[in-house]
């Protein structure tokens, strides 16, 4: 990938766009943002569309969903308002020209005219990565050119948002490489959120132990582990694949927004965002193995009921280009918020009608059943399973990592696990 990539220019007219190493078209800072294929693209036998709903196809595309497509690639709330502060830009094109090296799925970004180089990481110690993370620089010369380098722009450095997410890469012992430009990551590491209107307190441990409950589910799930040194969650990233050769390919991925033509800022069903049965549809339209997802697309629903993740938005759900087609993805972004007061009561899809988990009854699930188009008795069948899978497993999934919590950490792990039985204990006695 790209040794460098400059920050952004907002004057800049275009950025160019490579999917695999291809490149494929050009980005437009015009109103409303544009694309055009590179007519080279257009005629190779590799040709293929940067997604289903922006058509091969000659000239300038400046539909909504192109502006879904790319908006969508960018980091969300407190995390992009940091990255426009710390680089001073604020337009999308801009932020997209200062963070777009490793978005997402396949898609690199790069100042036109520049080609993707090979990738540059600087090795860590996960003490150093901590410090890092918490701004304690003083005592480390690397770190201090580190974060010199960060503010160059010239440099490539992408630290951009270091206390919400770190794009980074494990060497073969087990430690952090991290990027330059556009280099392809393996991980995302997800420190303890951190806010002064809310408070949330060990969103990491959280994190892990419901990502872990997912797996012992048996829902298809990224890979988690807990990174004590930086009091983080680890998870390997879905969209790239080691290759024989050790180099990383990007595949290509879409979260649900993108493909409903849905900018990052309208993701709730009760905000105007993608509904349920959109989603569910949405496998209909573009999966290989669409009864296959949208059963585990049904499981991923009542689990997140069942653990209070009231969160569980359509951006958190994505089409993956695999070996045998587009597929659902495995979930990611899995926690539970109810543990925390303050955060939003309602759940984020409307069953039957219904918003509040606490007043969804047996009812809500005949009406909810009618409108998927699933018979009523398949549809309990789920919410009855992934029921007593969640009671049985969370106290797995929560002492599965105790050995490496600290005291305080290890009360969340169980007030988690008393918090999501009690929930499922209530839900099931008014669903089933």
């Given amino acids: 990938m790209s040794r460098q990539m400059n920050p952004?220019?907002?004057?800049?007219?275009?950025l160019s766009v490579f999917m695999d190493e291809h490149h494929v078209g050009s980005l437009y800072n015009e109103t409303p943002l544009a694309f055009a294929y590179d007519p080279l693209w257009l005629n190779s036998a590799l040709a293929k569309s940067l997604a289903p709903e922006i058509p091969l196809q000659t000239g300038k595309i400046a539909s909504p969903y192109v502006y879904a497509f790319f908006e969508n690639l960018l980091p969300e709330g407190e995390q992009r308002k940091l990255i426009s502060m710390r680089h001073h830009v604020s337009t999308l094109f801009g932020l997209l020209a200062t963070v777009g090296g490793d978005t997402a799925g396949s898609v690199v970004l790069l100042p036109s005219g520049q080609l993707p180089q090979p990738p540059r990481y600087r090795s860590l110690e996960w003490n150093q990565l901590n410090q890092l993370i918490h701004g304690d620089v003083s005592n480390d010369k690397k770190l201090r050119e580190i974060i010199r380098e960060q503010t160059n722009p010239k440099s490539g450095i992408t630290l951009s948002g270091v206390q919400h997410k770190i794009l980074i890469s494990l060497d073969q012992h087990g430690l952090p490489l991290l990027p330059s430009g556009s280099s392809p990551t393996t991980h995302i590491l997800k420190p303890d959120i951190v806010r002064n209107d809310i408070t949330i307190f060990s969103s990491a441990v959280n994190e892990t132990i419901v990502m872990r409950l997912a797996q012992l589910c048996e829902l298809p799930t990224a890979e988690i582990a807990y990174q004590p040194e930086v009091h983080a969650c680890l998870v390997k990233r879905y969209d790239r694949l080691q290759q024989a050769d050790g180099k990383l390919r990007r595949l290509w991925q879409a979260d649900f927004c993108q493909l409903l033509g849905k900018p990052s800022d309208v993701k709730y069903e009760m905000d105007g965002g993608p509904s349920f049965k959109e989603c569910f549809d949405l496998l209909l339209t573009y999966s290989v193995r669409p009864a296959i997802d949208q059963r585990n697309l049904l499981r991923w629903l009542f689990f997140n009921l069942y653990v209070g993740n009231n969160d569980s938005h359509a951006k958190n759900l994505s089409i993956l280009g695999t070996t045998e087609g587009l597929r659902l993805a495995p979930?990611?972004?899995?926690?539970?918020?109810r543990v925390y007061s303050g955060l939003a009561p309602?759940?984020?899809f409307q069953i039957g009608g219904e918003f509040s988990p606490g007043k969804m009854q047996q009812s809500h699930l005949e009406s909810f059943a009618k409108l998927l188009g699933v018979k009523t008795i398949y549809l309990m069948k789920i919410a009855r399973e992934m029921a007593e899978q969640v009671e049985n497993t969370i106290p797995v999934a929560a002492h599965g990592i105790a050995?490496?919590?600290?005291?305080?950490?290890?009360?969340?792990?169980e007030r988690i696990q008393q918090k999501i039985l009690g929930i499922v204990k209530k839900m099931r006695s008014r669903f089933l």
């Fill in 8 to 14: 952004a220019n907002e004057t800049d007219n275009a």
């Fill in 346 to 348: 309602q759940f984020t």
């Fill in 403 to 413: 050995s490496v919590l600290e005291p305080s950490e290890k009360i969340m792990a």
């Fill in 331 to 337: 979930f990611y972004d899995l926690m539970s918020t």
